[in-house]
């Protein structure tokens, strides 16, 4: 058994998705009525109370990447009610204890979100840090970071990368979910010779950094 896969964070993760599929119903209904959100800061504002979650197999892949790497210290940008996040610490758990460090300027989500790390007895290993990932990605980093899932603001996750290079460990793996949405973070990784990169589905990219 694994973390994952028990009580109590098994449990957890699975009220988290049926959440995740009702608040999305809900919000992509209202985003029907009210018409597309101008910039991604209203988009994220309207949603709120929305888990804009990962799937499935991706829940699966954080997981087992994080376990394959050995993951100690995991940044991600973009918790929301985190259900990534839980996924992580529970690699976390089983590679032996860590921290994963995520990031999210709803307070209500991040509030939430701590929450349900607690209840997943995942709460030692999970810090969720509040306001714009920029900021607070900048600070208290002491340990490399094995790993970095970014699911915030599409347009910020070669920004938010950059920031987190200098601090990465050898051979870190990137995970970026909605990339084709991210074309300068997509060109960076494939193109730019320090990654070897790929899409694996679901639009989701993994790269593995090799430059020293
Ligand atoms: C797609 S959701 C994340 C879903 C989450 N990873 C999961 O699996 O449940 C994106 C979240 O990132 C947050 N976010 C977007 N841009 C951000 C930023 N610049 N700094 C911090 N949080 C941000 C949004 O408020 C939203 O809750």
């Not at 049926?18 to 209202?30: C, P, S």
């Not at 991706?58 to 990447?65: D, G, H, K, R």
């Amino acid at each position: 058994m694994t973390t994952l896969t028990s009580s109590p964070a098994a449990d957890v993760l699975e009220r988290l998705f049926a959440d995740a599929q009702r608040t999305g119903a809900a919000f992509r209904a209202r985003m029907a009525e009210t018409g597309p959100a101008r910039t991604s800061r209203e988009f994220f504002a309207e949603a709120k109370d929305a888990h804009l979650a990962i799937r499935r197999p991706t829940a699966n892949l954080l997981y087992l990447l994080a376990r394959t790497r050995r993951a100690r210290t995991i940044a991600e940008f973009g918790t929301s009610f985190g259900v990534s996040t839980l996924c992580l610490a529970a690699a976390v758990r089983d590679n032996g204890g860590g921290r994963v460090i995520g990031t999210e300027y709803e307070p209500a989500k991040a509030a939430a979100a701590r929450a349900t790390m607690a209840e997943a007895g995942l709460g030692d290993l999970v810090e969720v840090r509040d306001g714009d990932a920029l900021e607070s990605l900048a600070r208290d980093l002491d340990d490399p970071v094995d790993l970095v899932f970014l699911d915030g603001a599409k347009e910020m996750y070669l920004d938010v990368l950059r920031l987190l290079e200098p601090r990465l460990a050898p051979e870190a793996i990137v995970v970026a979910d909605n990339a084709s949405q991210s074309a300068d973070f997509l060109a960076h990784v494939r193109d730019g010779g320090d990654y070897i990169a790929t899409d694996v589905g679901n639009d989701v990219e993994v790269a593995l950094r090799v430059s020293p």
